[in-house]
């Protein structure tokens, strides 16, 4: 029965710095569709953190309403966990990042969750740069509602209905760059040798991180006729390079011609090295970038990679000037000074 997961391993599992196995960052059996990206991009997520040796516990996966929304019971099951209302996570994290600054934060959405009824909540979080990974699982329909084009869906792409979309797509990584977003790629869900590079990178960077994740519907939105489907996207993929990620307590080893290497070093003293395939996309430059995604819409083909990256930037606890210890962990004194001090707060603004 394919439902079932054997709770057996094997006792010589591989394990990381912390002594996890990859089980550890595990969740509940799939219910979604056989053959989902999504389930590839969950898988990406668990080998991502394994990698990266975090602690489950101090992880918090927040969704909205979807699909995509459904994923984070898949992956890190004992992480904590909110499942939001329809398009309105980047509040409920960016709620739960003030509180508690000391957890990593992914953010799971669809094309719907995010561009149609979350696109408001969508905007801020990138504007205000939450430390926070924000995965859009984008398949260009509503599967959850029987497969309705969604406003990702491009001009002319032909779901299972057989009828073409009429209107312009919107491309989410042209409207982060936009709105000022310090980390912007994109992937496959059938590229996991990509994928999982770009998760670890984006969950190291501090601050806004989004990764739109091109993640074929297999009942709704994968016949021949749609641009979002996984043949068109596996024969229409122009990738920016090769990326690898090398966190800092390993020894850093790469091979490469010069001339063909972006190397970024973040905040941490991770490094990333982007092996480019577009001599004319700077990765510090968002109008670069903007022009390198239009350049390959122009040839009909979709941009992936790492597009845009700024190792320097402030995140919302920095721009605000917070407190280190996280509020959570403040006691009454701090958090309700009384009345005197309130006085003395308003008597500063008159």
Excluded: W
Excluded at 81 to 96: I, Y
């Amino acid at each position: 029965m394919t439902y079932m997961r054997p709770e057996y391993r094997h006792p010589d599992l591989p394990v990381n710095d912390l002594g996890y196995t990859r089980k550890d960052y595990e969740g509940a059996i799939s219910t979604l569709c056989a053959g989902c990206g999504h389930d590839s991009i969950s898988a990406a997520v668990i080998q991502a953190c394994f990698e990266l040796a975090i602690e489950p516990h101090k992880v918090a996966k927040i969704s909205g309403i979807g699909c995509s929304s459904k994923t984070p019971t898949y992956f890190l099951g004992k992480s904590h966990g909110f499942n939001s209302v329809h398009g309105r996570m980047p509040s409920v994290a960016t709620g739960a990042n003030l509180a508690n600054r000391d957890l990593t934060y992914i953010g799971v959405s669809g094309d719907g969750d995010t561009a149609s009824i979350g696109m408001g909540q969508f905007a801020h979080a990138v504007r205000r740069n939450l430390n926070m990974l924000y995965l859009v699982e984008n398949n260009g329909c509503y599967g959850l509602t029987k497969g309705q084009d969604s406003a990702t869906s491009d001009i002319g792409s032909i779901g299972k209905k057989g009828t073409p979309n009429l209107f312009e797509p919107i491309d989410l990584c042209t409207l982060a760059l936009e709105l000022g977003a310090t980390f912007v790629a994109r992937s496959f869900s059938g590229d996991k040798d990509q994928l999982v590079p770009l998760i670890k990178a984006a969950i190291s960077h501090c601050g806004f991180a989004l990764i739109d994740v091109m993640s074929p519907c297999v009942t709704f939105n994968n016949n021949p006729n749609s641009t979002k489907g996984y043949e068109f996207v596996r024969d229409h993929i122009a990738a920016t390079g090769k990326t690898d990620f090398i966190p800092v307590r390993k020894e850093i080893m790469a091979e490469y011609n010069p001339g063909f290497t972006q190397e970024v070093t973040l905040h941490d003293g991770s490094v990333i090295h982007l092996y480019k395939n577009d001599s004319d996309l700077d990765l510090h430059d968002r109008l670069s970038a903007i022009q390198a995604i239009h350049r390959c819409k122009e040839k009909n083909e979709i941009l992936t990679g790492l597009l845009y990256l700024d190792p320097d930037c402030e995140d919302l606890h920095q721009i605000l000037g917070t407190v280190e210890k996280p509020l959570r962990d403040q006691n009454e004194e701090v958090l309700c000074p009384g009345s005197k001090a309130l006085e003395a707060i308003n008597e500063s603004l008159r």
